[in-house]
């Protein structure tokens, strides 16, 4: 999940999962592992926004066994 915020100053933006700081940003294959609490917190100067959001996931894609083509 990307996480953006605007402010001005510009925020920082961080963004972990169940308390650990998410990998890069980039398109992959979603799998069930990928499911939990996600964080965004944007901070400047003035203080900080959280938003939380859960995130589920219901099906693979290739089902698990068989390959992509």
């Given at each position: 999940?990307?996480?953006?915020?605007?402010?001005d100053p510009p925020p920082s933006t961080r963004c972990t999962r169940?308390?650990?700081?998410?990998?890069?940003?980039?398109?992959?294959?979603?799998?069930?592992?990928?499911?939990?609490?996600?964080?965004c917190r944007a901070t400047n100067k003035h203080g900080s926004a959280v938003r939380s959001v859960l995130v589920t996931v219901e099906c693979e894609w290739p089902p698990r066994g068989e390959k992509g083509t």
């Open positions: 999940l990307g996480c953006r915020a605007d402010g169940d308390g650990a700081a998410t990998r890069g940003r980039g398109s992959r294959a979603v799998s069930r592992a990928d499911a939990g609490r996600y964080l």
